[in-house]
């Protein structure tokens, strides 16, 4: 499995983006895809999953009411659409595909290369 990511810029705070993670070989409906984020100086941290079949998400508490995570069976692609957002959202935001529902990292079997989000105040 590869996982493209992409969407990634600078916008003003209040602004939004909106963020696609490509993913090329079989996915399956028991598949999680998350994203995560991670600001200079800072651990990675958990944004939001999906579950690829059945289509139910989890949020962070800090992104709840702003980001919305959506897929699209027949792209295999994800997105984040991101709104409201705030200085403190900037980070380079990865996605990733895990087997099961987590939101630790590590378990995470695969990676996309990552899309740098700045968001000026």
């Known amino acids: 499995v590869q996982l493209q990511a992409s969407g990634g810029g600078v916008v003003q705070a209040g602004g939004s983006l909106r963020l696609s993670c490509a993913a090329s070989?079989?996915?399956?409906?028991?598949?999680?895809m998350g994203w995560f984020r991670q600001a200079p100086g800072k651990e990675r941290e958990f944004v939001a999953c999906?579950?690829?079949?059945?289509?139910?998400?989890y949020y962070a508490d800090s992104v709840k009411g702003r980001f919305a995570i959506s897929r699209d069976h027949a792209k295999n692609t994800v997105y984040l659409q991101m709104n409201s957002l705030k200085p403190q959202d900037t980070a380079v935001y990865f996605c990733?595909?895990?087997?099961?529902?987590?939101?630790?990292?590590?378990?995470?079997?695969?990676w996309g290369q990552g899309t740098e989000v700045t968001v000026s105040s």
């Open positions: 070989g079989r996915t399956f409906s028991s598949h999680i």
């Open positions: 999906i579950r690829w079949g059945s289509g139910i998400t």
């Open positions: 990733a595909q895990a087997l099961r529902y987590t939101e630790q990292p590590s378990s995470y079997n695969y």
